[in-house]
C-alpha cells in the first residue's frame, strides 16, 4: 500500500486587490468578520500547520491597514510588493520566498486573501492527494446548477453540459519553479491569466482539480461576508 505523506510548503497570499463590489471603505480583506479581519481568519488556515514553511502576503506599498494588523509582526510572514495584477503580486511574492530559501521544487499555495473558510481537512487532502503530482492542482467543486450560456443581449445562446464544469477555488498548489516560470512567460506574451492554474494550462500542463467542499467561499459581495458572518455567529464547524 502506498502511503501518502504532506510535503512541506510554502503560501503566498495575494492581498493588494481593492474589491470594488463590496462597497466598502476598505478592501475587503480587512472588513470584519467575527471581530477580526478577513485576511487574519484566512492567515489563521495555514499559521499552525506543522508543514508550513513560511508565508508571503503581497500588499500595496500605500496600504494603511497592514501594518496596524498583529500579523504583520509575525516571524512566519513576510511582506512582499503587491501588483497590477493577481499574476505580478504572486510573482512578488515567490521571489519574496526564493529570498527566504524557498527552492525551485518547492511547493506553494497561493490562497485567495479574502477566502477565509478554508477546512482545514480540506488544505491536507490537497497536500496528501498532490504531494507526488508532477504538475500541482487546485481545489474545485463540480457544477451544481444549469449552466447557461448567454449573449450581450441577455438571452441564452445554450445550454453548457456542468457535467465537465469545475467551479477552481483557492488554494492552488504547484512547485515554485514551475509556477514562476508559466506565470513569466504569460505576462511576456501578453497573456492575462485569472488564476495560478490558467497560467499553467497556458503553459501545457494539465493541473488536478482536488474536489474540495462548497464553502470555501470567497468573499467578493457583501451577501457573502453576511453568509459567513452568520456561520460564524452559530459557530463555525469543519
Not at 482545514?120 to 504538475?135: I, Y
Amino acid at each position: 500500500m502506498i502511503v501518502r505523506t504532506q510535503p512541506a510548503f510554502w503560501v503566498v497570499i495575494p492581498a493588494a486587490g481593492v474589491g470594488s463590489r463590496m462597497r466598502a471603505d476598505r478592501p475587503k480583506q480587512y472588513l470584519q468578520l467575527g471581530g477580526r479581519s478577513i485576511i487574519e481568519h484566512t492567515l489563521d488556515c495555514f499559521l499552525d500547520h506543522p508543514a508550513l514553511a513560511g508565508v508571503a502576503v503581497c500588499i500595496a506599498s500605500d496600504d494603511p491597514y497592514w501594518p496596524n494588523l498583529r500579523y504583520a509582526n509575525d516571524g512566519r510572514i513576510q511582506r512582499a510588493p503587491g501588483g497590477r495584477e493577481r499574476c505580478d503580486s504572486v510573482l512578488n511574492g515567490l521571489r519574496q520566498l526564493g529570498e527566504l530559501g524557498a527552492n525551485e521544487h518547492d511547493w506553494v499555495l497561493v490562497h485567495d486573501a479574502a477566502r477565509p473558510n478554508l477546512a482545514r481537512a480540506d488544505l491536507d487532502k490537497l497536500l496528501t492527494e498532490l504531494a507526488d503530482d508532477p504538475v500541482g492542482g487546485l481545489l474545485a467543486v463540480p457544477a451544481r446548477d444549469t449552466l447557461k450560456r448567454v449573449g450581450p443581449d441577455g438571452r441564452v445562446i445554450e445550454t453548457v453540459d456542468r457535467s465537465v464544469i469545475w467551479q477552481a477555488f483557492t488554494p492552488q498548489m504547484f512547485r515554485l519553479g514551475m509556477l514562476r516560470s508559466a506565470l513569466e512567460a504569460a505576462l511576456e506574451a501578453g497573456v492575462l491569466v485569472t488564476d495560478e492554474a490558467s497560467a499553467l494550462e497556458w503553459a501545457g500542463h494539465l493541473p488536478k482539480v482536488i474536489e474540495g467542499r462548497a464553502d470555501n467561499l470567497k468573499v467578493t459581495r457583501p451577501e457573502d461576508l453576511e453568509w459567513l458572518a452568520q456561520r460564524w455567529s452559530a459557530g463555525r464547524s469543519h
